[in-house]
DNA sequence: GCTCAATAATTGATACGTCAACTAATATAA
DNA sequence: TTATATTAGTTGACGTATCAATTATTGAGC
């Protein structure tokens, strides 16, 4: 008698949908992409760090971390070098160029999110970020 | 004053997150992308359609769409014929396999839906999607 | 000490979306 | 009617995420 199966696969599309416009927007907002600018973001927050560990704060495959890292290298934003001690783990850190460029990105970034977040006032911010939480644990806790 | 911002950028890494989470689960659980699926529903709904129609309902690259329908041309789910009367047209339909295998894989679809919003209220749900496409436009708008 | 398991990182294969460049067909305007 | 613009579709190059397989190093059990 409803018409709620409907409006349930609205969300799921929206928010498929959500995410291909947002990644070429925020690249070209920010002059990065997002998975490279949290990598940078969490080698911010510290002094040097593994790339396990780093890999494990943010989620996402050893092998994207492993290219990601490459490159920022290569870009001379990043930082490696073996582990003398136990020669599997590579630590990284950011070069000062690195931690220079990041603040401007950084800044892009907020003022992006105050772009697509400008008309939701605070509890509704609340709300939505608590059930965007619950969908998220209940995609990984599906079947 | 406030943490605020902090949890603005949490809103906007939890959708990448989620939707990161969500293709290889929704494959895996359906036995189809969310988009080829997408596609498929449309051409579930209309006898025939041009592949420039289709796309502006899906609403994603002409070149995307061109491969998936090529892909599912191959697999023997969809016809592919030029319009007669104007060659530059492609019109696309469902073969009969494909109307049978869609049954499928929308009732998996359904499932999956139902396992990720599980614990949303009705109420919830109109909340969420409200949200959702206020986002969505906001980001189309942004700039 | 030596074999085997565990761990970190890398590489390869695959999928899919974007943009840009191109082809082919049709419409328009001089 | 003939040159030019527009439109649909295709292809190529690129970025980046996944999974699986591989390499290199270290640890554990005998």
Redesign the interface.
């Known amino acids: 008698m ?1 018409n ?2 409907i ?16 990644v070429p ?1 925020f690249e070209s ?1 920010t002059g990065i992409s ?2 490279r600018l ?1 990598l940078l973001h969490e080698l911010y927050e510290v002094e040097e760090i593994s790339q396990r560990a780093l890999q494990k704060k943010v ?2 495959d050893h092998a994207a971390v492993t290219r990601h890292l490459k490159q920022l290298e290569d870009k001379g934003m990043v930082i490696r070098r073996k582990d003398p001690k136990d020669q599997r783990f590579t630590y990284v850190s950011l070069s000062e160029e690195g931690r220079l460029k990041i603040i401007h990105y950084r800044e892009e ?2 003022r ?9 006032s ?1 509890k ?6 608590e ?6 644990h ?3 806790h ?2």
């Open positions: 409803s709620s199966y409006d349930d696969e609205k969300i799921i599309n929206r928010l498929y949908e959500i995410h291909r416009r947002t927007k907002c997002q998975t949290e989620n996402i970034k907020e992006f999110i105050s772009g697509v977040l400008h008309d939701f605070a509704e911010r609340k709300t939505l970020l059930m965007l939480t619950r969908i998220q209940n995609i990984e599906f079947e």
